[in-house]
C-alpha cells in the first residue's frame, strides 16, 4: 500500500468507547465537541494525510533540503502542502481561541496529530514546534509578546521553533552558554550557537520565531541561570509587520539519517553584535518554563512511535497480502500471499497489537492531560497533573522504541525488498530512530520515570495505577469467556512484576541510585508493556460487551479481542523477565569498571 489510510474506525473506538470522550466534553468550554464533530475532523483530517502529506512522504525524502548561503529550500511540494494545512485551520486547533486559534481538547488533537505523523514525520514537525513556541508565548507572556507574536503564529502565517541544543549542552541544558545581554530598553542582546534546530530556517513562511534559552550576564551557573527569550528572525515594525532582518542566521543544515524533508539547523545568534531577543516570563526561570511545555511535546514525540510504527503497518500489510512465496505450514496450495505464513502472521500481529496498545495509552494520557488543565475541581487537576507526569516519560520512551522495532519489523516482513528504498519500508525505519533521541532520549525519560515520578513520591501514582489494573484483571481472569480469561490471567502477571519493580525503585533509589539507574530502561518498558496490555485489556472486555449486545462492526470486535489475547500471549510475558532485569541486573552493570568496557 502505497499511501496512507487514517485508521479511522480504530481512533474512533479508542476515543468513544475507551478513553472517555464523554467525559472530556464535560469540561467547560468543550461541550460542544461531540461524537460527530469529532467524526467529522477525523474524517477530514484522514483525507489531508493521506491526499496531500503522504505522497510528498518519499519525494521529500529522497529530495532533502538545500542550504546556501543562509538560505534552505525545503522539497517540491512542501510549501504548498503547509499552507494547504494552515489555510483549513488544521495549525490552530489547540491553540487559545483569545488569539485566534480553535481551543479544542488534547484528546481530540492528539489522533489528529497522529495522522499527521503516519503521512509524513519530517513536515509535521514545524506545526508541532510551532505549537510549542506558542504555548511558551501564552503561558508565560508577557502580553506584549503575546498580542505581537500569537495572532500570526496561530494563524500560520510565521512558525516557531525550540533552541535549546548547544554542541555542549543536549541532555544536560545546564551546561547552556548562549548570552544575553540586556540593552538598556528592555530587550536583550544574544550571542551564541544553537544547533540541531528543527526548521530553524526553511521557505514556508514569511517570518519564524525562535524560543531560545540563554544566560542573562551574571546570572547563576547551572539550571537557575537560564532564560527563555523569543527572537524574531525578522523584527517587528511598530504596526507588527516584519521589518528588518535580525542578527540570526543559519550557517548550516545537517545530514540525516531519516526525517530528510525537515530541516535541521545550525544557528548562529548575534555574529554582528547581538540578535535582538525578548525575555519570555522572568529571568531564570527559562528552564522550569520548558518543563511546563515539556509535557505535551513529549506526549507529541511518543505519539510519533504511534504514528511511524501505523504506517509501517499498513505498508507491511499491503505488501504481505501481494508477494506470493512459499506454502504455508499446514496448507495445500503450491504459493501464497505471504500474509498466509503463520510467522509473518505473527509479525504483522506483533505490529498491529504493539501500534493499538501504544495509541490507546497515548490518547487516553492526552484526555488526562484535558483534565488536569480543565477540570473544575482543584483536586481532580492535581490528582490528573500527577498520572500526566507519571504517564509521560512512559509514552515517549515506550512508544518511540516501539515504533523503530515495528518500524524494523515492517522491514522484515518485505524480505530483501524491504532493505530496498524503493519499497519506502526502510524510510519509516530511518525516519522512526530520531523519536528515541530528541526532546529527551529514553535513558533520560527512564531517569525522569524512576527519579522525578516514581522515588520522590514513594511510587504512590504507579501503585495507584496498578490497583487499578487488579480490577481488570481480577474481572477477566474469572470470566467464562476464555479469551478475556487469558488476556485477564495475563495481565495480571504483568501487573505484579510492574508492582514488585515499582516498590524495588522506591525502597533502593535512595540507597543504591545507581542499580536503579541502571535498570531505568527496564522499567519504563515494563511499564508501558504493563499499561498497554491494560489498554488492550480494557478494549477487549469493551468489544466482547458489544458483540453480546449485538452493536457495532463484528470483524472489527473480533479482531480488537484477538489483537488483545495476541499481546497478552506474546508481549506481556515480557514483562517479568524485564522486571528481574531491572531487580536483579544492577549489579552487574555497576562492577564493570570503565576500564573493562
Ligand atoms: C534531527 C534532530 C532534531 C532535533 N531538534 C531539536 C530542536 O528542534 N531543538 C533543540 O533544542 N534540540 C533539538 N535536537 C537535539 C536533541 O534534543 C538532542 O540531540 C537530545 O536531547 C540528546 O542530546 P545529545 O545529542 O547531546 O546527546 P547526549 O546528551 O550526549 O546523550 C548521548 C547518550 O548519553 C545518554 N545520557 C546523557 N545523559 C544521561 C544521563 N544523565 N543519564 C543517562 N543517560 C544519559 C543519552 O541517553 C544518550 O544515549 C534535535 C536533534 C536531532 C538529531
Redesign the pocket.
Known amino acids: 500500500m502505497a499511501e496512507y489510510v487514517a485508521p479511522i474506525k480504530d481512533m474512533q473506538f479508542v476515543l468513544k468507547h475507551l478513553v472517555g470522550l464523554d467525559q472530556v466534553n464535560t469540561l467547560p468550554g468543550w461541550e460542544d465537541v461531540t461524537e460527530d464533530v469529532v467524526d467529522a475532523i477525523l474524517e477530514e483530517a484522514g483525507k489531508l494525510a493521506g491526499e496531500v502529506l503522504s505522497p510528498l512522504n518519499a519525494t521529500g525524502d529522497r529530495q532533502g533540503c538545500k542550504w546556501n548561503d543562509g538560505v534552505v529550500t525545503t522539497p517540491k511540494g512542501f510549501k504548498d502542502a503547509y499552507f494547504q494545512y494552515v489555510n483549513a485551520g488544521w495549525g490552530n486547533i489547540l491553540s487559545p481561541t483569545r488569539y485566534g486559534g480553535q481551543g479544542l481538547p488534547h484528546m481530540l488533537a492528539t489522533p489528529v496529530e497522529e495522522m499527521w505523523g503516519s503521512a509524513n514525520l519530517a513536515f509535521k514537525?514545524c506545526p508541532m514546534?510551532t505549537q510549542g513556541a506558542i504555548e511558551a508565548i501564552e503561558y508565560v507572556g508577557p502580553d506584549s509578546l503575546r498580542e505581537k507574536y500569537l495572532p500570526n503564529m496561530i494563524s500560520g502565517k510565521w512558525t516557531g521553533?525550540?533552541?535549546?541544543?548547544e554542541p555542549q549542552?543536549?541532555?544536560?541544558l545546564s551546561l547552556v552558554r548562549t548570552k544575553a545581554t540586556p540593552q538598556g530598553d528592555g530587550a536583550y542582546r544574544l550571542t551564541g550557537q544553537?544547533?540541531?534546530?528543527?526548521?530553524?530556517e526553511h521557505d514556508y513562511t514569511e517570518n519564524i520565531i525562535h524560543l531560545v534559552?540563554a544566560r542573562i550576564d551574571g546570572a547563576p551557573e547551572g539550571v537557575k541561570g537560564i532564560s527563555l527569550f523569543v527572537v524574531p528572525k525578522f523584527l517587528l515594525k511598530a504596526d507588527g509587520t516584519v521589518g528588518e532582518r535580525n542578527d540570526v542566521k543559519c550557517v548550516s543544515i545537517?545530514h540525516?539519517m531519516g526525517?530528510h524533508a525537515?530541516p535541521?539547523a545550525v544557528m548562529a545568534y548575534g555574529e554582528k553584535g547581538g540578535a535582538t531577543g525578548y525575555l519570555v516570563g522572568e529571568a531564570n526561570r527559562g528552564l522550569e518554563y520548558m518543563f511546563i511545555m515539556m509535557n505535551a511535546a513529549r506526549l507529541s514525540v511518543g505519539l510519533e512511535g504511534v504514528a511511524v510504527a501505523e504506517r509501517a503497518y499498513q505498508r507491511a500489510l499491503g505488501w504481505s497480502r501481494e508477494r506470493l512465496q512459499g506454502r504455508p505450514a499446514g496448507g495445500n496450495v503450491k504459493t501464497a500471499p505471504i500474509v498466509q505464513h503463520p510467522d509473518v502472521k505473527r509479525m504483522l500481529l506483533t505490529m498491529k497489537s504493539i501500534t493499538e496498545a501504544s495509541r490507546a495509552l497515548a490518547y487516553w494520557t492526552s484526555a488526562i492531560l484535558d483534565r488536569a488543565r480543565k477540570h473544575s475541581d482543584e483536586a481532580e487537576r492535581k490528582r490528573s497533573q500527577a498520572l500526566v507526569d507519571f504517564l509521560i516519560p512512559i509514552v515517549k520512551g515506550w512508544s518511540t522504541e516501539n515504533g523503530i522495532d515495528v518500524a524494523s519489523l515492517g522491514i522484515q516482513v518485505h524480505g530483501g525488498m524491504g532493505f530496498i528504498e524503493e519499497t519506502g519500508a526502510a524510510q519509516h525505519l530511518r525516519d522512526a530512530r530520531?523519536t528515541t533521541?530528541?526532546?529527551?532520549?529514553?535513558?533520560?525519560q527512564?531517569?525522569d520515570l524512576v527519579g522525578r515520578k516514581m522515588e520522590r513520591v514513594g511510587g504512590r501514582t504507579a501503585l495507584g495505577l496498578l490497583a487499578e489494573i487488579d480490577q481488570v484483571f481480577a474481572k477477566l481472569g474469572n470470566s467464562g469467556d476464555l479469551n478475556l480469561k487469558g488476556i485477564g490471567v495475563a495481565l495480571g502477571t504483568a501487573n505484579t512484576s510492574a508492582r514488585d519493580a515499582v516498590q524495588w525503585t522506591a525502597k533502593t533509589f535512595g540507597t543504591n541510585p545507581g542499580a536503579v539507574?541502571a535498570g531505568s530502561t527496564y522499567i519504563l518498558k515494563l511499564l508501558g508493556i504493563t499499561l498497554g496490555g491494560w489498554m488492550l485489556a480494557r478494549s477487549a472486555e469493551i468489544a466482547a460487551r458489544q458483540l453480546a449486545e449485538g452493536q457495532g462492526d463484528a470483524a472489527f470486535l473480533k479482531s480488537k479481542i484477538l489483537t488483545a489475547r495476541f499481546f497478552a500471549e506474546h508481549l506481556l510475558p515480557q514483562a517479568p523477565a524485564l522486571a528481574i532485569a531491572a531487580i536483579q541486573g544492577g549489579d552487574s552493570v555497576l562492577a564493570v569498571e570503565e576500564a573493562m568496557l
Open positions: 514537525l514546534l521553533t525550540m533552541n535549546l541544543t549542552a543536549g541532555s544536560d544553537k544547533i540541531f534546530i528543527t526548521y530553524g534559552l545537517e540525516k526525517i525537515s535541521t530520531i533521541i530528541y526532546e529527551g532520549t529514553t535513558g533520560i527512564a531517569n539507574a
